[in-house]
């Protein structure tokens, strides 16, 4: 019987993260040995100043795999939340030139910004006591985007009084997050990226020398240092990915519900 076409599709990046995406594939082939991947980038901005390497958009594998002969495939969503992104993807599968099914983001639900937090909580309690520990998340305009303020709220919930997040597009931006980590009384902070890879987002608006996270922490007297560890290289994230798509699997085999449908 043929391996199931999986494919994994993040946003992108111009960045070269080819040892982040290795990572990301070595655990999905080692954890569904019955799936062929392959990897898209879904973002337009991302395919407009493409390098060599970079993945092409998702319709294009799914239009290879059916010349290739397949009957069907899932997408695999590597973004974090039911945002704008990932909903390109739904009408993107109801006309697929295969049957396609898609499988959900990181955080979809309370269970999964538990399980990121929980993932997150060993490195919280591994840093000095002086030290804050600040989520930076995205943030997104999109409705789905409030999952980011529900990942902070539950990140703090888990991490305890330490515990900060912020917004790196949206509020509370940085400046209010490091008025709130110097009331607290934290003279250091470290900054985790809530970003599947440390791209131009954690380069250049969380470590940039101009008008960057690092640059507002400093001004209110807070040393900063950033993660270098971005979610693709964390392996109990990784979990809550291979955990839909277990399901989606299930349930495209029939042998478990059916498939989530998406308005």
């Known amino acids: 019987m043929s391996r199931t076409p999986v494919i994994l599709t993040a946003f992108g990046t111009r960045n070269k993260t080819k040892e982040t995406t290795d990572f990301i594939e070595n655990y999905f082939r080692k954890t569904f040995p019955s799936c062929e991947f392959h990897w898209a980038f879904s973002a337009r901005s991302v395919q407009k100043n493409r390098h060599q390497g970079t993945p092409p958009p998702p319709?294009?594998?799914?239009?290879?795999?059916?010349?290739q002969g397949h009957s069907g495939a899932v997408i695999q969503s590597l973004h974090v939340v039911c945002a704008a992104e990932f909903h390109k993807l739904i009408p993107l599968c109801r006309n697929a030139p295969l049957a396609t099914q898609?499988?959900?983001?990181?955080?979809?639900?309370?269970?999964?910004?538990?399980?990121?937090?929980?993932?997150?909580?060993?490195?919280?309690?591994?840093?000095?006591?002086?030290t804050a520990a600040v989520?930076?998340?995205?943030?997104?305009?999109?409705?789905?985007?409030?999952?980011?303020?529900?990942?902070?709220?539950?990140?703090?919930?888990?991490?305890?009084?330490r515990a900060f997040f912020g917004m790196i597009e949206g509020e509370p931006g940085k400046e209010a997050i490091a008025r709130?980590?110097?009331?607290?009384?934290?003279?250091?902070?470290?900054?985790?990226?809530?970003?599947?890879?440390?791209?131009?987002?954690?380069?250049?608006?969380?470590?940039?020398p101009e008008d960057s996270w690092k640059t507002a922490f400093l001004a209110a007297g807070i040393t900063p240092a950033?993660?270098?560890r971005s979610l693709g290289r964390h392996p109990a994230i990784l979990d809550i990915f291979g955990s839909h798509l277990r399901k989606t699997l299930d349930a495209t085999m029939g042998t478990g519900p059916t498939p989530q449908e998406f308005p």
Do not use: Y
């Open 59 to 67: 319709e294009k594998v799914l239009q290879e795999l059916a010349d």
């Open 102 to 130: 898609l499988s959900l983001p990181l955080l979809a639900s309370v269970e999964d910004c538990r399980a990121a937090a929980c993932a997150l909580k060993p490195a919280v309690e591994s840093l000095a006591s002086d």
């Open 135 to 161: 989520l930076a998340l995205h943030g997104s305009s999109h409705p789905g985007g409030t999952l980011f303020h529900l990942m902070g709220r539950i990140f703090m919930e888990t991490c305890g009084d």
């Open 180 to 208: 709130r980590i110097g009331k607290a009384g934290f003279t250091k902070a470290h900054i985790f990226p809530f970003t599947l890879i440390t791209g131009i987002h954690v380069e250049k608006d969380l470590a940039g």
């Open 226 to 228: 950033i993660d270098c």
